[in-house]
């Protein structure tokens, strides 16, 4: 049983930075793919980025130069560095990982993502 949880959401001005926190138990957690997604009221749910069991990562447009993706392998947990914050990052975040192939753990340009099968609770970030 795969179980994911976020922390390290709240709210900050425009300019400011947060770090983001997933720690995952259940699952060989090595092989897995992971990624980042958010939700804004009323839009659909777009892919931030993410990461395979390469470490090798990818990233929307709309974020590409301010967040970056990492994993602790050591802790089994996956973080989100965001930087330069704008208030259109405003956002429910979401981690989320699945037993997907290297080649389609991608998130694209347009934040379009392959589907997973495991996420967490989702943590608020409010960019004022």
């Known amino acids: 049983h795969v179980q994911l949880v976020e922390s390290g959401g709240g709210s900050v001005q425009g300019g400011g930075s947060l770090r983001l926190s997933c720690v995952v138990s259940?699952?060989?957690?090595?092989?897995?793919?992971m990624g980042w997604f958010r939700q804004a009221p009323g839009k659909r749910r777009e892919g931030v980025a993410a990461?395979?069991?390469?470490?090798?990562?990818t990233y929307a447009d709309s974020v590409k130069g301010r967040f970056t993706i990492s994993k602790d392998n050591a802790k089994n947990t996956l973080y989100l560095q965001m930087n330069s914050l704008k208030p259109e990052d405003t956002a429910m975040y979401y981690c989320?990982?699945?037993?997907?192939?290297?080649?389609?753990?991608?998130?694209?340009?347009?934040?379009?993502?392959?589907?997973?099968?495991?996420w967490g609770q989702g943590t608020q970030v409010t960019v004022s």
């Open positions: 989320a990982a699945d037993l997907i192939p290297r080649s389609w753990c991608v998130v694209t340009a347009t934040g379009d993502y392959p589907d997973f099968g495991y």
């Open positions: 259940g699952t060989l957690y090595n092989s897995y793919c």
């Open positions: 990461i395979d069991s390469d470490s090798k990562s």
